[in-house]
Each structure stands twice: as structure tokens, then as C-alpha cells.
């Protein structure tokens, strides 16, 4: 059973920094790509930040420029360093990691439990 343990998440006045972390439970090599996902109070999960097993990345325009997705393969480590932080990035984080199936195609989805970030103004 795949885990994903997000940490760093915690309270930092606009303008500030933060970086989360994902510690996978087994190696990051065995996804087909990892990323991160928030959800703010009564709005839908939305994507943040992916990035694949070939190391393409793909990020929110509203978070463009300000956060960088890396990884850690020696770790099995997923980070998200958030610059810039704005109130309206207050949400749970959510790390996601997912493989595809070679025999089906499907696509399977793993997520950890979420951190709370939250941005004053």
C-alpha cells in the first residue's frame, strides 16, 4: 500500500515562504508522475504543481513563477517551495503520486492525508 507523509504546511504572513515536503513509502521511480493539489474552503481540489517521471513540469498559472516542484529520488522525497505566498493560497495541500497500468491503461491515483497552509494578510 502506497503512502504519501506531507509535511511542512503551518501559518506565514503574505509574502512569506514555505516548502512542503512528501515522503513517499516506497521509490518515487515506480510513479509515472507525482504532484501537488489544494482545497480551499468550498472549492474543489485544484492542481497545483506535477511533475513526471521524465522530469516535465507543469504548474497553475496562478502559481506561476512563484512555486517550484522538485523531488528527492535519493529521499523519495516530493517538495513544493511556495514564494510570494498569498492569502488566496490558503488551503490543504495534497501530494499526489499516480501510475498507469501496462496492461489496462488506467490510470490509479495515490494521495496523503493533506497540510494546512495558511497566509495572513
Known amino acids: 500500500q502506497v503512502q504519501l507523509v506531507e509535511s511542512g504546511g503551518g501559518l506565514v504572513q503574505a509574502g512569506g515562504s514555505l516548502r512542503l515536503s512528501c515522503a513517499a513509502s516506497e521509490s518515487i521511480f515506480s510513479f509515472n508522475g507525482m504532484g501537488w493539489y489544494r482545497q480551499a474552503p468550498g472549492k474543489q481540489r485544484e492542481l497545483v504543481a506535477t511533475?513526471?517521471?521524465?522530469?516535465?513540469?507543469n504548474y497553475a498559472d496562478s502559481v506561476k513563477g512563484r512555486f517550484a516542484i522538485s523531488r528527492d529520488n535519493a529521499k523519495n522525497t516530493l517538495y513544493l517551495q511556495m514564494n510570494s505566498l498569498k492569502p488566496e493560497d490558503t488551503a490543504v495541500y495534497y501530494c499526489?503520486?499516480?501510475?498507469?497500468?501496462?496492461?489496462?491503461?488506467?490510470?490509479?491515483?495515490?494521495w496523503g492525508q493533506g497540510t494546512q497552509v495558511t497566509v495572513s494578510s
Open positions: 499526489n503520486a499516480y501510475r498507469y497500468s501496462v496492461v489496462s491503461g488506467a490510470r490509479r491515483d495515490y
Open positions: 511533475i513526471t517521471s521524465g522530469g516535465s513540469r
